[in-house]
């Protein structure tokens, strides 16, 4: 059974009109299966669809049409289901006077099922920082951050409570060369090492081609084409592939 599994996905978004409403389509009629423990990456354009799929599968939005399961179950009706992933969206806030360690702490405290206590708590919360290479900055208030740290206090938060999924939408975004190779290896060891599943979107190229095992490509609303890496790694590259694929 896949892990995640997209059945027939539609979602369509009412526009207001002057006289009458319109409906503009966010995703249509996709099918798709993530399998335990492979690295997954969706491509494609911004505004292709991407993370109206990713919101759908956490239940943040609902299907206009078919569904989306995390191991068999919706995830948007399963508290027990959402609870198995972790999210990373594509802009992280946190409040800047604040350090790590306490921001970890306030979301310990929202899972009193698996941390009934601070000192359980605190030591995964030790544990995610150095994981993610911020257990030097632990101590050190947002503020103070850049672009990459945020975004590995995003990844702390997202696996903090141990998901079996772990859900990215756009994770490299306003990362410099060098936080983007260190996101991509903090990617690699998640999936190789935590045995976690990685599902995650991204308009970079050269970024999935080198982590991901599968990749779908979608252009203008719609699965256009789903590869594994071999595919890639033989005659065609995968930027061939996919100009290829968004040109038809």
């Known amino acids: 059974m896949p892990v995640v599994e997209f059945k027939n996905l539609t979602k369509a978004y009412a526009a ?26 969706l491509l494609g354009l911004n505004g292709a669809g991407k ?26 009706y399963d ?17 800047e006077a604040l350090t790590s360690a306490e921001i970890l702490i306030f979301f310990a405290r ?19 920082l150095e994981i993610t290479g911020l257990g030097p900055y632990k101590s050190k208030r947002i503020a103070a951050f850049s672009k990459g740290m945020r975004q590995r206090l995003g990844i702390a938060q997202a696996i903090l409570h141990k998901p079996k999924v772990l859900v990215l939408d756009e994770p490299a975004s306003g990362l410099d060369p060098l936080g983007i190779i260190e996101m991509r290896e903090l990617f690699v060891t998640l999936n190789r090492e935590l045995a976690m599943t990685v599902l995650f979107s991204s308009h970079s190229i050269g970024e999935v081609e080198k982590i991901s095992d599968r990749v779908a490509i979608i ?12 595919d890639w790694q033989g005659k065609k590259t995968l930027e061939e592939w996919f100009l290829e694929s968004i040109r038809l």
């Open 51 to 76: 993370t109206t799929s990713i919101r759908t599968l956490l239940g943040l939005i609902k299907p206009t049409k078919g569904s989306v399961t995390v191991f068999g179950r919706e995830a948007a």
């Open 16 to 41: 207001p009109g002057f006289f009458s409403s319109k409906k503009s389509i966010g995703i249509e009629g996709l099918c798709l299966q993530v399998e335990q423990g492979e690295v997954f990456g």
């Open 79 to 95: 508290q027990h289901v959402r609870s198995e992933l972790g999210y990373l969206p594509e802009s992280v806030a946190f409040p």
């Open 110 to 128: 929202l899972d009193r099922e698996k941390f009934p206590d601070l000192s359980r708590a605190k030591k995964r919360i030790n544990e995610v």
């Open 219 to 230: 252009a203008k609303n719609r699965l256009v084409k789903l590869l594994k890496r071999q």
